[in-house]
């Protein structure tokens, strides 16, 4: 199986686990490039853990000639590939998403639709916001003796989440989805449905390489319920369920 690979997920899908259990299995010498088209920050890795490119500004000419030139590594080398499309089309008006991924296909990218039930997505995007705890990862010596230096969530008094922020992230949520819907629909073929909840699982039937642990973990290893403190009257602010997306199953080549 080619080992070039595109995530295509929404905002806290657990695409930034499943990027680097994807990034440490693959063989060397591999790529990782973060997010690629929308990140204002990006930090692109090689499989010795060396920076190999970094753009302080996702809008200038350096970032756009970047792109030209990651174009052409994709066309000319063999090396492997591991990256994140979060579509956003009301952000980057003149980026044609389709025809980049369609692109990326034509040079062997394969694709992973990364699910995760809406519920999920806006608690933790909207405790992500709260707090500034995005992830609870690996550093970069952890990177390469996993386990022995990692960055721990740590909450000393529950958290009272704004409706407002949460209302909003409701809105920022269903845009991502949107896109991406509209936009997976048109690419394809070499498309692999991952589930946030199986993912190890689903990556092992659709024969996608990872890792066995990952540089990057739940954030929190409490239940949501126990550290939110007005997490009930959350939950009942609408009928999450309504927003569920259906995984299709089926048997991938």
Same mark, same amino acid.
């Given at each position: ?6 995530? &295509? @997920?929404?905002?806290?899908? @657990?695409?930034? *686990? ?15 490039? #973060?997010?690629?088209?929308?990140? +204002?920050?990006?930090? /692109?890795?090689?499989?010795? #853990? $060396?920076?190999? $490119?970094?753009? =302080? ?14 174009? +052409?590594?994709?066309? %000319?080398?063999?090396?492997?590939? &591991?990256? $994140? ?13 389709? !025809?980049?991924?369609?692109?990326? !296909? ?18 933790? /995007? ?5 707090t500034g705890l995005w992830h ?5 010596? @952890?990177?390469?003796?996993? @386990? $022995? ?28 989805? =949107? *896109?991406?819907?509209?936009?997976? %629909?048109?690419? #394809? +073929?070499? &498309? ?12 092992? %039937?659709? #024969? ?16 949501? *319920? ?6 009930? =009257? ?14 299709p199953r089926k048997k991938y =080549?």
């Open positions: 199986m080619n080992n070039r690979w595109c995530i &295509v @997920g929404s905002l806290r899908s @657990g695409s930034t *686990a499943l990027q680097h259990k994807i990034f440490l299995k693959l063989p060397k010498p591999s790529v990782t490039l #973060g997010e690629y088209t929308h990140f +204002e920050v990006s930090i /692109y890795q090689d499989s010795s #853990g $060396k920076f190999i $490119k970094k753009e =302080e500004s996702f809008y200038n000419q350096d970032r756009i000639k970047f792109r030209k030139d990651m174009q +052409e590594l994709f066309e %000319t080398t063999d090396n492997s590939y &591991v990256m $994140k499309v979060f579509p956003q089309p009301w952000i980057l008006v003149d980026f044609d998403y389709v !025809a980049f991924l369609k692109n990326l !296909a034509a040079n062997k990218f394969k694709f992973i639709h990364v699910h995760r039930d809406f519920f999920s997505r806006v608690i933790s /995007y909207a405790m992500a916001q709260t609870r990862q690996y550093t970069k010596v @952890g990177l390469q003796n996993l @386990g $022995k230096d990692i960055k721990l969530a740590s909450i000393s008094n529950k958290v009272v989440l704004d409706i407002n922020v949460i209302e909003n992230c409701i809105i920022d949520i269903c845009k991502h989805d =949107e *896109a991406i819907n509209e936009i997976m %629909t048109k690419v #394809g +073929e070499h &498309v692999y449905n991952v589930n946030y909840l199986t993912m190890d699982d689903d990556c092992e %039937t659709a #024969g996608i390489p990872i890792v066995d642990k990952s540089p990057h973990v739940k954030t929190y290893d409490t239940d949501y *319920a126990d550290i939110i403190e007005n997490y009930e =009257e959350i939950k009942n602010l609408k009928d999450w369920q309504c927003f569920t997306l259906s995984v =080549e």
